[in-house]
């Protein structure tokens, strides 16, 4: 059985970083594509960044670029999202997802149909 399981979440100051983690279990991490989605409230659940079988690809949001990084450590089978420079506009709850419908893809997307297992989320809050 899959299951994604994040941590990392809380709350921290504006310029701060965090680094969210997502262990992944029922799948290896090496062979498919994972990725970040977030919600903020009141707002549509939007893709923050995705990394296809062995890090060979990956993808980020305009906003996110240059701040969030995406990774993967196959030996714990877990996916990191760190994110740097953080802004109040980040605050959100993020997912952790992974799309096992397409073993070792070369690319990754941001398309929420993508993505066939999703974690429960955990809250980032960024201050001001």
């Known amino acids: 059985e899959v299951h994604l399981v994040e941590s990392g979440g809380g709350l921290v100051q504006a310029g701060g970083s965090l680094r969210l983690s997502c262990a992944a279990s029922?799948?290896?991490?090496?062979?498919?594509?994972l990725g970040w989605f977030r919600q903020a409230p009141g707002k549509e659940r939007e893709g923050v960044s995705c990394?296809?079988?062995?890090?060979?690809?990956?993808s980020y949001a305009d906003s996110v670029k240059g701040r969030f990084t995406i990774s993967t450590d196959n030996a714990k089978n877990t996916v990191y999202l760190e994110m740097n420079s953080l802004k109040p506009e980040d605050t959100a709850v993020y997912y952790c997802?992974?799309?096992?419908?397409?073993?070792?893809?070369?690319?990754?997307?941001?398309?929420?149909?993508?993505?066939?297992?999703w974690g429960q989320g955990t809250q980032v809050t960024v201050s001001s």
């Open positions: 997802v992974a799309s096992l419908m397409t073993l070792r893809p070369r690319i990754c997307g941001l398309r929420r149909y993508v993505y066939n297992y």
């Open positions: 990394i296809s079988s062995s890090d060979r690809s990956t």
């Open positions: 029922g799948f290896t991490v090496a062979n498919y594509a």
